[in-house]
Structures are given as structure tokens and as C-alpha cells.
């Protein structure tokens, strides 16, 4: 018996479910070292910004308990370079390529989501988790508004389906998919990395240069699961990337009975370069060993605890 | 990790260079000072790993995540396709003791070899090798590739106290001369390695330095080479989540020939990097020549070590492993 990996939900089409989580594959050809990149369900790529960005001085990282705090600050070679060098070789692979899109105001990924235009992107991802310059600084994922000012207007610009990367620290997450899907949003990546804080408790010093960074790793998991959960609950026929902390197959199968179509693997790469080619493999193996016909059958099927058979 | 690996197990592209992931049964352990020294059966990767490349390994210890990064110590081919190579492990933090409590038989799960290597000289020439802590290990495994090829090698090992001195008999059989330094005197010279460098250059008739060690170590030791107007190769230690490129925590300030100092990561475009171009002062750490400033004087090398590219490296170019 072979499965089906294919899934589909809106305009999201995939050949297999597992997609890569932005920041967490570099431009591609890194880890194409390690595995086929066009197995991949998609390759989705590190943010690009208008200007090309240095990002953040060291120290970047800590690791805590079962995960880690990042802070790069979004360094990548500008969305005109990438253009360049980058994205024919991810093209030229046969690779499905989302282009994840950051930006310091409306108009920033405007101009980003603008010269992305008649090129060999299949999705756009946009990355909320920026501050909004023109508003104190206020991540716009955290604001129903803000988050669907900066969808409207990639969308408007857009000639590929775009997806908003969402973040659980939002008040109200699902009050900011309503919002970006109203804006024109095809589909939402949830979640972005959670904020947190290290402090070594000797010399007192915060861990990372930054003070502040992103949680990522199975630390963060069961949060991301409940969000994909409450978000597909909510808006069912809106396609869903659920990502947070994927190291397993049985991973993947949660996010998937949770609600989401895709499924990202971030911090996972970092400690294995083939997670990506792995899960792809034992997803199909595990479909088959529990009698499933296909992925996309699993989508939203978990039950409440009482209901289960 | 999904799925263990067995003993002698491969993964990936074998069929080309670069790295691969190997199930590394441990054949040897023992203990100097307070470090552990692993042997491991690495198979192809002992074969395709140079001195100043490392491996990332993955640890079992309760709620870590990440692998580590250890640099190769030493290489040995046993046959074809097949050998060893050795880790020196720290004494500090968790995913260490775990890999120092590890005993003969236990598979390890490792993916090498990474990063650039240190150039080799491309004519004859005298080297100055310099290690701090247990930063000296890959210097050991240098000073046996250089001395193999015909190169003249004085080697400086450097640690706070006597007991942290790492010792290799094989290295010691390789270098012409050998000098060690304590903070307290304990063995040795008292003072750093940098207080000794100027002496041994002169006695060497040194044409390139080496240098692994802590960072501030490596700045010390860049800005004595440019003074004494020698190049320098450094391997550099930053924070690494992923160690092959894709997390962009590990990033060094690096001047490049344009004159601009960008972000390189130090597994992909390095750990192995020209001291010289490297942004110390942006580090927060103090070069004794001044810094960049100083480094600006400084040559690249290239005429020793055949690739005055280090430093002025394209923005990711993952290219093969040696």
C-alpha cells in the first residue's frame, strides 16, 4: 500500500506535508548537503528585508531546558540579493519556495512582497514578529490591526498565495487570524517563536546580547499545538503551517490532528540536518502502519478526551 | 534524534565530499587533567577530516537539545575507508559530562567534518602554533599534519595552571621546539602564550602563526603576529546551535576586502579565520596591537598559506570539506 502525502486547503498545495521553518534552513543549499531539498513539502526560506541586515552582535543563543532563545535580528542578504543568488539555485532544484518577508513598516514589506513579483516564489510567509517602527516599536503580531494593515498590503501586491506567521505571545491569537485572513491573508504559519529571557544567576548577566529573544525547541510544542488547535477551530477552512518544536513523527501527527494542513520543522534541523527528509519518510511509514490512506485525512481530527473511542 | 544509529552506521551524501552523519562506536577513553579524551571509530569521516575542522555531537544529557561542537583533535586512518579520531572534552556544562561519562563500546551519534580547515602552507615553511586550555588539541593534530609535510613547527600551549596543560607525545614528536606557558608558573613559562611568541618567532624564523584557543586568547595572539608582521590563522569559538550553517547564531565580525566588517558565520565560513580581518575590537575584546587598526597592517598570508580568501569570504558558499 503506498500513501497519499499530498495535502491541500485553500490555495496551499503541497506534494507532502513537512515544510521548513523560516530562520531555521538558511537559503537552502546548506543543508542540501545533507538531503534532496525538493522532498521537501516546501522550502521556506529565511526572512528577506529591503535592505540587506547584519543583524545582532553575539552571544545569539542559549540553550534552556529543551530548547533554545534566539536573537539574530533578522540578518539576511537583502530581498534583491537573494533574488539573485539564492533563489534560481532553490528553483533550478525543482524546490517549492516560500519566501518569508520581514519589514519595519507597512511599506517596508510592501516593497519586499513588490519585488518578489513575476519571480520563481511559490508563497509568500509574513513574518509578524517585527516591530513596527512607526508605532513604538509594537510587534505587529501582536495587534489585530497593525497585522492586517501589513497583510492588506501584500496581498494587494502579492501574485502568490500569502501566509501570515503568527505569534502565541498576541492577547488574542485567533482575533488576529480573523483579522489577516479579512486582510487577504491565504493561510497562517502558527507559531512564531515565543519571547523569553536567560539570566545567568551567577554574574547576573542576561544571556543574550539582545536581553530578550525567541524560544523555540520542543519546549514550546504543546503552546503551538493549542494555538493550531484554537485557530483551526475557529477558521476551518483557512489552510494552517503549525510549527513549535517538531523532532518526531508523532509530532507532526499531532499538529496534523490539530488542525494544521503543513507542518514546520524549525529547531529540529539545527540538531538534525536530514529532520526535514526524515519526517517526510516516517510520516509516510507511520500513515501506513496505523492504516491511514493519507495525510490530508488527519487534518483536525483530534477529539475531546471524553468523545475518544 | 529520530531513530539511534548503530555502530559504523552512515548517513547522507557518500558519494561526494563533505560532511556525514556516523554512528561513532567509542574505542578509547582516558582522562588528562580535567579533561576526557574520546577515541572514536569515525569511519569516512576520519578520512575527510582536516586539522581545524570539528564535528557537532549529539548528547543524551536530560532536557539539552543541541549537539556540540568539538574540534577534531586527531585523525588516524586504520584502513581504507575506516579510522579514528579523537575529541578533547571540556569540563564545563552539562552536554560535557555527559560526553566525559561515556564509556568504551557506546555508540555516538556525530555529524563532521565541518567548517573550513586551516590552510596549509603552499611552500615550505616555518609555523608557530599556539593553544590555550584545551584549545590546543586541534593545534596537536595541525602540528602532526605540518610536520608530515615537511614543515617546521614550533608549538606553544598555554593554560592557567599546570593541570590544564593538554600534552600530546605525538605532537611533542612533530614540533621542533615546544614551549609551555601557566598563568601561575606552575609548569613552564609564567605568563601567556603572547609573552613568548616574539622569542620563539625569532628563533623560528616563523613564517605563519596558528592559533585555537579562547577568543580573547586569539585576539591577544592576532594583534602580537601583525606586530611582529606575520600572518595568522585563528579557530574561532562563538555559541552554535546548528554548526552547518543554518541557525546564523555563531556569527564573527569579519573585515572583508571591501573594507566593511559583515557577519560570517564561524561554522561555514570558518571556525578557521585570518586573525587579522577578524573585528575584535566589535568582539569586545582588546587586540594587544590595536585591533583593528593594527590588524590593517597586518598581511594576509596568502603567499604562505595560499588562500588570502580567508576573511573575504563569499555569503554562503557551503562548499566541500577540504
Known amino acids: 500500500m503506498s500513501v497519499d502525502l499530498g495535502v491541500r486547503r485553500g490555495r496551499l498545495a503541497l506534494d507532502n506535508p513537512i515544510v521548513t521553518a523560516s530562520g531555521c534552513f538558511a537559503s537552502g543549499q546548506e543543508i542540501d548537503r545533507f538531503i534532496d531539498v525538493d522532498r521537501i513539502g516546501a522550502v521556506v526560506v529565511k526572512s528577506l528585508t529591503r535592505a540587506p541586515r547584519e543583524g545582532l552582535p553575539t552571544p545569539r543563543m542559549v540553550e534552556t531546558p529543551s530548547g533554545m532563545l534566539n536573537a539574530i535580528g533578522l540578518q539576511n542578504p537583502g530581498v534583491d540579493a537573494w533574488l539573485a543568488e539564492d533563489l534560481p539555485w532553490l528553483a533550478d532544484r525543482g524546490a517549492t519556495t516560500i519566501a518569508s ?18 519571480s520563481r516564489v511559490d508563497a509568500i510567509e509574513v513574518n509578524l514578529s517585527c516591530p513596527n517602527v512607526e508605532h513604538r516599536g509594537l510587534v505587529f503580531a501582536l495587534d489585530p490591526r497593525a497585522s492586517a494593515e501589513v497583510i492588506q498590503g501584500v496581498a494587494r501586491v502579492a501574485d502568490v498565495p500569502v501566509l501570515a506567521k503568527l505569534s502565541a505571545d498576541a492577547s488574542d491569537v485567533v482575533a488576529v487570524a480573523r483579522a489577516v485572513v479579512e486582510a487577504g491573508a491565504s493561510g497562517l504559519t502558527l507559531i512564531n517563536t515565543v519571547l523569553g529571557m536567560a539570566i545567568d544567576p551567577v554574574s547576573g548577566r542576561i544571556q543574550l546580547a539582545n536581553g530578550y529573544g525567541g524560544l523555540s525547541g520542543p519546549a514550546i510544542r504543546p503552546i503551538a499545538v493549542r494555538v493550531v488547535h484554537q485557530v483551526h477551530t475557529a477558521l476551518p477552512e483557512v489552510p494552517i503551517v503549525g510549527c513549535g518544536g517538531v523532532r518526531s513523527v508523532e509530532d507532526v501527527v499531532q499538529f496534523l490532528r490539530a488542525g494544521a494542513t503543513a507542518v514546520a520543522v524549525g529547531t529540529g534541523t539545527f540538531v538534525d540536518p536530514f529532520a526535514a527528509a526524515t519526517l517526510r519518510d516516517g510520516l509516510a511509514a507511520w500513515l501506513e502502519r496505523h492504516g491511514h490512506a493519507s495525510a490530508a485525512a488527519l487534518v483536525g481530527t483530534a477529539v475531546p478526551r471524553r468523545a475518544a473511542p | 534524534m529520530s531513530g539511534r544509529l548503530r555502530a559504523g552506521q552512515v548517513e547522507g551524501r557518500t558519494d561526494r565530499d563533505g560532511p556525514l552523519r556516523v554512528g561513532a562506536e567509542v574505542v578509547a577513553r ?142 611533542k614528536r612533530a614540533a621542533t621546539s615546544l614551549q609551555f606557558t601557566t598563568d601561575d608558573g606552575s609548569a613552564g613559562a609564567r605568563g601567556r602564550v603572547t609573552d613568548v611568541m616574539a622569542a620563539v618567532a625569532t628563533r623560528g624564523s616563523t613564517d605563519v602563526v596558528y592559533a585555537c584557543g579562547p577568543n580573547a586568547m586569539l585576539a591577544a595572539v592576532s594583534g602580537v603576529a601583525a606586530s611582529l608582521g606575520l600572518p595568522v590563522r585563528v579557530s574561532i569559538e562563538e555559541r552554535m546551535a546548528c554548526g552547518v550553517g543554518v541557525c546564523f547564531t555563531c556569527v564573527v565580525p569579519v573585515r572583508g576586502r571591501d573594507g566593511v566588517v559583515h557577519h560570517r558565520r564561524s561554522c561555514i565560513d570558518g571556525p578557521v579565520l585570518d586573525g587579522a580581518r577578524v573585528d575584535w575590537d566589535a568582539m569586545g575584546l582588546a587586540s594587544a596591537a590595536g585591533g583593528a587598526s593594527g590588524a590593517a597592517t597586518a598581511p594576509s598570508g596568502g603567499d604562505v598559506v595560499g588562500d588570502g580568501d580567508t576573511g573575504d569570504l563569499p555569503g554562503a558558499a557551503p562548499g566541500g570539506a577540504a
Open chain 1, 101 to 118: 518577508i520581514a519589514g519595519d513598516s507597512v511599506d517596508d514589506f510592501v516593497h519586499v512582497a513588490r519585488r518578489l513579483r513575476g
Open chain 2, 30 to 171: 582516558r582522562r588528562t587533567g580535567p579533561y576526557a579524551v574520546l577515541t572514536l571509530a569515525a569511519g569516512p569521516v576520519a578520512q575527510r577530516a582536516r586539522p581545524g575542522q570539528f564535528v557537532e555531537v549529539a548528547v543524551d544529557a536530560p532536557g539539552t537539545l543541541l549537539r556540540r561542537p568539538l574540534s577534531v583533535a586527531r585523525a588516524a586512518l586504520t584502513g581504507s575507508g575506516v579510522g579514528t579520531i579523537d575529541l578533547v572534552v571540556g569540563a564545563e556544562g552539562a552536554g560535557s559530562a555527559w560526553l566525559g561519562g561515556v564509556a568504551a563500546h557506546d555508540v555516538i551519534d556525530l555529524i563532521g567534518p565541518l567548517g573550513r580547515p586551516f590552510p596549509l602552507p603552499v611552500r615550505p615553511a616555518s609555523c608557530m602554533l599556539v593553544g590555550g586550555g584545551y584549545g590546543a588539541a586541534p593545534m596537536h593534530y595541525l602540528a602532526e599534519v605540518l610536520a608530515a609535510a615537511g614543515h617546521r613547527v614550533d608549538l606553544i600551549v598555554g593554560a592557567a595552571t599546570e593541570e590544564q596543560l593538554l600534552r600530546s607525545m605525538e605532537a
